[in-house]
């Protein structure tokens, strides 16, 4: 059939244990600097929504188990918390093993494959006290939460990843006031993404001389930049983007190298990086297995302002608003979904083709109550549409040799997010803020035809 996707592609969906998890300071787990900055500063927070409120998978997750087979999941993508698997940093909790490892062997009793991420956006406070991801000793400290994930859990979990958009809380936290330790400086971001790369590095070392068995790798939010026109100097602007934004991360971890530019801006704006002379063999020799790619947005940008000496980014691009953008107006972000097309092809061309699957690929939308019909269902055409054209384009990506092999929304239930906490839904399912009921909306009956049919559904 036509619109038929590869045998065996993953369909399901992602999230993380921050978001969804809850039960935040019970059995043993301790503080996040999510936790901590609520605690300090709750107004930072929509609607003063703190990450003890989340949808309470750790109480619900057999439930939630059984409603992702229902939606037709054949794989599920969320993370285990090191600040409750292990609380000090050293000892294991074991209440943490009991509660991942009930959850796993569930997945897979109901024929759901975990994929599991080791690090979201949720570093234990106590590393962050002592300098998070500035400190070099953090390298150690995850490798070793690593391998104390992989011993415990690697008897059923087999698709392992080391981060989720490691760039996330190095741009936000240290180029703007979205993550802690929200500052702006660009040698101490430097410093903190290459310490991150390293950690991933080290980990993907342990994952290989543990010989664990399946596959270990990262995912990576990609943004294909744009330049505004034809013109030399805009060409140059998206250069730079794509290189500080996607292969400052992309490179290394599936090359094994950084990109020569990038050496190049640190030589220009006089950043001193302190490494070790072994850290680049590693590099080399650690590089991933396979690529997740979390795509929302593409980059526009316009030519830099040299003079600027206002934000060092400036100098190499400006963001510039495309005119024709569609936009989505609840979180303000571009949908251009020939994007996923561009990504799947730089893949195929500059990425040794790897193995590659969407990690993460969705819509949030603030009032969706609105959209709830008689039936308490939410009509969620938008949604439908959302994913059948960004999967159209990643059909004809895959037709042309990428090698994709599945597509995760995000999100499953509609989960608490960092800043935003609930304004935008993501979700298939519904969460009842009030009652912490699920409902499933329309876009999750689609999806079940989706996965079950491995094709996209004709009519909807
Ligand atoms: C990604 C993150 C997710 C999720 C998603 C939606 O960057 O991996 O954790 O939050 O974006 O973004 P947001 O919740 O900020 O609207």
Redesign the pocket.
Known sequence: MMNEFPKGFLWGA?S?GP?LEGAADIDGKVKTVWDHWFETEPDKFYQQIGPRDVSNFYFRYKEDIQTMKELGFNSYRTSISWARLLPDGKHVNEKAVTFYRDVFTRLKENGVKPIINLF??DMPYHFHEKGGWENRDIIHEFAFYAKTAFDYFGDLVEEWVTF??PI?PIEMGFLNDKHLPAVVDIKRAFQAGFHTMLAHVYAVKVFKENQNKGKIGI?L?LTPSYPRSENPADQEAAKWADVLFNRSFLDPAVHGTYPSELKQFIENEQIELHYEDEDFALMKQYTVDFLGV?Y?QPRRVQAGDKASNQDVLQKYFIPYQWPEAKMNPH?GWEIYEKGLYDIAINIRNNYSNIPWYVA?N?I?VEGEEQFIDSLGEVQDDYRIEFMTDHLRWLQKGIAEGSNCYGYHV??FID?W????EYK?R?GLVRLDLETMERHKKKSASWFYELAKGNTLPEKW
């Open positions: 992602a993380s978001q979201h956006f989720n958009e996330v995912i939010n979390n929302y979180r993460e969705g949030g995000w999100t989960n997010s960092w800043l935003n935008n993501y």
